[in-house]
């Protein structure tokens, strides 16, 4: 014991005689455990922090499927969900949920509130219990029941001031009365971002099956797993579609764990996997730097090795204070990387412009300090086991002569030069990633969206179906606020639309186009649906291709129903032909609905995002299908945040009790839709560029040791007459190899390594060979800067000082 001690002692003693080497250790191990920190950090909060529910590890998320129509996942029909819950035997519980909006009047301002209706039994499935009042009960979950609602911890304290007499009070949603009966504990928001949940309150009987909109969580019982779930539910999923195959013909069901429904399980896995790969090259190359400081280190210090083993100090003994002394720069490395590690992970949050469910936690907890001293601890023995080998077996003839060949310091090189190209080839992959991320992403960026979010601004408004339960007065209502909107300065054109390009809001709707074959059960063509006033496309900058867009006139009661179709749509059923005056309606065949004749052709729009492919769509005049809930856009001839006030002014001119949200202009929401994309372009970049720094430190730091190692020979030649140059390019050439091999493994690796990002990127291969040949030639030309500083230094010594010193 009191030889450890001494040894850390000692450790302590030596690095504060060499303060300038320990700096450069600590900082570059700092880097990289603060790297590896910060990742970790947001994988513990996403994947290894449990959920704030009971037995989450038995919850599961439930979806139907239509693989036939190209629909891998899609919602549930209530009659569906029913007979699940009927017939399986593998869950203790399975419960229904859909999405609400509520507009919350009363007690403040007029606010739209998120909400989620769900059969009675949610809280029971989930495991979680109000933290004031009481849970649902069955009776309240059956057509005309009471409506209650519970409301979250966050709505209770925001908007209530955390009033515990809330319980049993009415609150007006959507101008009708709701009785709070609970308030939910603190980090429960469940699914996502609920604020206020009630009874869904369905029948069997009112539900058809056609109508796919919930979503079903189940609790597993005990000792079930998801492959016998998985069979289970396949047998029930061919028993409906035996019993009603109009509706349930080829659709079938799939089960997962809840936590991948929570969040975007594919992109945010992958995204993930490559963080923590990148940081740990980063890892590994600051390690590297270490290793190599310490070698040089180590052969500065061989004679006092010598002298200690000499004196009676085993190899072991030696090895024990080397190593006391890296695990010291280790656990100081941890303690800067617990600083830039808790910075680079605000950096990152503050990138993701979308709201944190509560569930996510990325505190720096128990798991997060344990990782970082085990890291570090790791490190320590990792950067410092070879060197400290390598010096412990020096030569005592040899070391302890002022003069000689040192052993020590030729295997030391070696391993030095072998550090390098490891350190080069990491670094390589990661530039190449990060390139080819770049590139993607630039490309991405010129992919035209079919519209012109410049000088856009919206704002959604909702309306109560009680104060507008009929369609002409939600017509009318957004007719009088186009009017007012219109007539203020500075606006072009106005308009509104159920749902925006690039939201995240889209509806699917069935079709049939006449004269097209029958398609079997099931498979009627879905295409996306939105529901528009005159003058959208000249607001959001949509070219009409053909034909005309709607007028005050589409949609009156006397007048024929009109349709504008994509080219998408229109490509897909009339290839060559002139789609103008075709028809289709809602539904299958035998749909009652009415013809709609096509009267225009718009460019195409990525309504889901610029990387993802452009599915088939139209649109239909809001006075042929009045909708409550629209989006108003409106094109400025200047800024259009200076456009927000007014533009909410003048819907409140029209009803004052109306709230408004999401009001963002169109590049915002562009910006918005890119998030994911632009911080993992952002994160590689940074990791790549520190990789680069820490490579060409490196290589510096390899080709200065060589010189000190060479001065005696660099004199010798200069003496003979060699010149600056030849020296020049002596030293040069040793920095070149080592890179140049270390380019070559690097290739050969990230040909392998970057198939694993090909989903992330958008319209270049894995394999570029563009982006590898301008990464390599990047490394290359930064190697030869980092090799020229100290070859630079070896040129100008001066044989007749080189000669007397040695």
């Known amino acids: 014991m009191i030889n450890g001690v001494s040894d850390w002692r000692f450790g302590l003693r030596s690095l504060r005689k060499h303060p300038g080497f320990a700096a450069v250790a600590v900082l570059t191990l700092g880097l990289g455990i603060g790297a590896n920190a910060a990742i970790f950090?947001?994988?513990?909060?996403?994947?290894?922090?449990?959920?704030?529910?009971?037995?989450?590890?038995?919850?599961?998320?439930?979806?139907?499927?239509?693989?036939?129509?190209?629909?891998?996942?899609?919602?549930?029909?209530?009659?569906?969900?029913?007979?699940?819950?009927?017939?399986?035997?593998?869950?203790?519980?399975?419960?229904?949920?859909?999405?609400?909006?509520?507009?919350l009047t009363g007690k403040g301002e007029p606010e739209v509130i998120r909400g989620l209706a769900a059969t009675s039994d949610l809280f029971t499935v989930l495991g979680v219990k109000p933290a004031i009042g009481r849970d649902f009960r069955p009776e309240e979950d059956r057509p005309g029941g009471e409506r209650v609602i519970i409301v979250s911890h966050g709505l209770w304290q925001n908007r209530f001031g955390g009033d515990r007499s809330l319980v049993g009070q009415v609150l007006s949603l959507n101008d009708q009365s709701y009785t709070v009966i609970g308030v939910m504990p603190p980090n429960i928001n469940f699914p996502q971002f609920a604020q206020i949940w009630t009874p869904i309150r369905l029948s069997r009987t009112e539900e058809?099956?056609?109508?796919?909109?919930?979503?079903?969580?189940?609790?597993?019982?005990?000792?079930?797993?998801?492959?016998?779930?998985?069979?289970n539910m396949d047998g029930i999923a061919g028993q409906l579609a035996a019993e009603f195959p109009p509706s349930n013909a080829d659709v079938g069901i799939t089960i997962k764990p809840l936590r991948e429904q929570l969040i975007d399980a594919p992109f945010i896995q992958l995204a993930m996997t490559i963080f923590m790969g990148c940081v740990g090259f980063v890892l590994l190359i600051a390690c590297g730097n270490v290793a190599s400081l310490l070698l040089g280190r180590a052969a500065e210090r061989e004679r006092e090795i010598a002298v200690r083993t000499a004196l009676g100090s085993g190899q072991w003994r030696v090895l024990r204070l080397l190593l006391a002394e890296s695990l010291i720069l280790g656990i100081c490395g941890g303690a800067l990387g617990l600083l830039l590690g808790r910075a680079g992970r605000d950096l990152m949050l503050a990138g993701v412009p979308v709201d944190i469910p509560l569930w996510m936690n990325f505190d720096f907890d128990f798991r997060v300090l344990g990782f970082v001293l085990l890291l570090s601890i790791a490190t320590g023995i990792a950067f410092g086991l070879a060197p400290g080998l390598t010096a412990s077996k020096v030569n005592l003839n040899q070391g302890l002569k002022d003069l000689g060949t040192r052993s020590s310091s030729r295997s030391g090189g070696r391993m030095q030069s072998v550090l390098v190209v490891a350190e080069v080839a990491l670094a390589l992959v990661l530039l190449i990633g990060a390139g080819l991320m770049m590139k993607g992403f630039l490309r991405l960026l010129d992919v035209e969206p079919g519209f012109e979010p410049e000088n856009v601004a919206t704002m959604s408004v909702g309306l109560p179906q009680t104060r507008y339960p009929e369609d002409r007065q939600q017509v009318a209502f957004?007719?009088?606020?186009?009017?007012?909107?219109?007539?203020?300065?500075?606006?072009?054109?106005?308009?509104?639309?159920?749902n925006l390009p690039m939201t995240g809001n889209n509806w699917g709707m069935g079709y049939t186009v006449e004269g097209a074959p029958a398609?079997?059960?099931?498979?009627?063509?879905?295409?996306?649906?939105?529901?528009?006033?005159?003058?959208?496309?000249?607001?959001?900058?949509?070219?009409?291709?053909?034909?005309?867009?709607?007028?005050?006139?589409?949609?009156?009661?006397?007048?024929?129903?009109?349709?504008?179709?994509?080219?998408?749509?229109?490509?897909?059923?009339?290839?060559?032909?002139?789609?103008?005056?075709?028809?289709?309606?809602?539904?299958?065949?035998?749909?009652?609905?009415?013809?709609?004749?096509v009267i225009g052709v718009v460019r195409d729009v990525r309504h889901y995002g610029l990387d993802r492919e452009i599915r088939p769509g139209f649109y239909v005049p809001m006075r042929q299908m009045p909708r409550s809930y629209m989006t108003v856009a409106v094109r400025t001839s200047n800024d259009p945040l200076a456009l927000m006030d007014s533009l909410r002014?003048?819907?409140?001119?029209?009803?004052?009790?109306?709230?408004?949200?999401?009001?963002?202009?169109?590049?915002?929401?562009?910006?918005?839709?890119?998030?994911?994309?632009?911080?993992?372009?952002?994160?590689?970049?940074?990791?790549?560029?520190?990789?680069?720094?820490?490579?060409?430190?490196?290589?510096?730091?390899?080709?200065?040791?060589?010189?000190?190692?060479?001065?005696?020979?660099?004199?010798?030649?200069?003496?003979?007459?060699?010149?600056?140059?030849?020296?020049?390019?002596?030293?040069?050439?040793?920095?070149?190899?080592?890179?140049?091999?270390?380019?070559?493994?690097?290739?050969?690796?990230?040909?392998?390594?970057?198939?694993?990002?090909?989903?992330?990127?958008?319209?270049?291969?894995?394999?570029?060979?563009a982006t590898f040949g301008l990464v390599g030639a990047l490394l290359i030309l930064t190697a030869l800067l980092a090799c020229y500083i100290p070859a630079r230094r070896a040129s100008r010594v001066d044989p007749i000082v080189a000669l007397r010193c040695e």
């Open 649 to 769: 002014a003048q819907i409140w001119e029209v009803d004052r009790g109306l709230p408004v949200r999401d009001a963002m202009t169109m590049n915002e929401i562009m910006e918005r839709s890119l998030w994911q994309n632009r911080l993992t372009f952002w994160v590689l970049q940074v990791f790549a560029i520190v990789a680069l720094v820490l490579a060409a430190v490196g290589i510096y730091g390899v080709v200065s040791y060589s010189v000190n190692q060479r001065t005696r020979e660099i004199g010798v030649r200069m003496a003979l007459g060699a010149g600056r140059r030849a020296i020049l390019g002596l030293v040069i050439r040793r920095g070149m190899f080592l890179t140049v091999f270390g380019v070559a493994i690097g290739l050969a690796s990230g040909l392998a390594l970057t198939r694993v990002m090909s989903t992330m990127l958008f319209g270049i291969s894995a394999t570029d060979p």
């Open 208 to 231: 058809g099956r056609g109508n796919h909109s919930y979503r079903v969580v189940g609790k597993l019982k005990r000792g079930v797993n998801l492959r016998g779930a998985q069979a």
């Open 41 to 103: 950090c947001i994988v513990n909060g996403l994947f290894l922090r449990p959920l704030p529910y009971a037995d989450q590890e038995r919850l599961c998320d439930l979806n139907e499927t239509a693989p036939k129509i190209g629909l891998t996942q899609m919602s549930v029909s209530y009659p569906d969900f029913a007979d699940w819950r009927d017939r399986n035997k593998v869950f203790d519980g399975l419960a229904l949920y859909g999405g609400r909006s509520f507009i």
């Open 478 to 498: 957004f007719d009088e606020v186009l009017r007012r909107v219109r007539s203020l300065p500075g606006v072009k054109s106005a308009a509104a639309a159920s």
């Open 519 to 597: 398609p079997p059960p099931g498979r009627v063509p879905v295409a996306n649906h939105r529901v528009v006033t005159p003058g959208y496309f000249l607001a959001l900058g949509i070219r009409l291709i053909r034909g005309r867009d709607f007028d005050e006139r589409d949609g009156m009661p006397d007048t024929r129903q009109v349709i504008v179709v994509d080219e998408s749509l229109a490509n897909l059923h009339w290839p060559g032909a002139d789609p103008l005056g075709k028809r289709l309606k809602y539904g299958g065949p035998t749909s009652k609905q009415p013809w709609m004749t």
